[in-house]
């Protein structure tokens, strides 16, 4: 069993940082591929970044330059630093990897861009 418990969502100013944490713990050695989704009220689910396991990064066009996503696999934690964050990145942040034939998804954490 695999559990993702995500971290550091609040509210932040337009133009602000802020920076999630993704832990992963059970009987686990390494992180496979990772991903951080993003869902808004009323709106899909969308996939934001992702972290190969040899640390490739892609990035969705609408946070491209601004996100950063990063893995510690020592530590079994992702991270997604944004920056220059604006309204519409307002969402619950999710991350999410496959053991298995078996997807794992965290609780979510909310993320409010307002001034």
């Known amino acids: 069993q695999v559990q993702l418990v995500e971290s550091g969502g609040g509210l932040v100013q337009p133009g602000g940082s802020q920076r999630l944490s993704c832990a992963a713990s059970?009987?686990?050695?390494?992180?496979?591929?990772m991903h951080w989704y993003r869902q808004a009220p009323g709106k899909q689910r969308e996939l934001v970044a992702t972290?190969?396991?040899?640390?490739?990064?892609t990035y969705a066009d609408s946070v491209k330059g601004r996100f950063a996503i990063s893995a510690n696999n020592a530590l079994k934690v992702v991270y997604l630093q944004m920056n220059s964050l604006k309204p519409e990145d307002t969402s619950v942040y999710y991350c999410?990897?496959?053991?298995?034939?078996?997807?794992?998804w965290g609780q979510g954490t909310q993320v409010t861009v307002s001034s």
């Open positions: 999410n990897g496959r053991w298995g034939n078996r997807d794992y």
């Open positions: 059970g009987i686990i050695y390494s992180l496979p591929t």
């Open positions: 972290i190969t396991f040899d640390g490739f990064r």
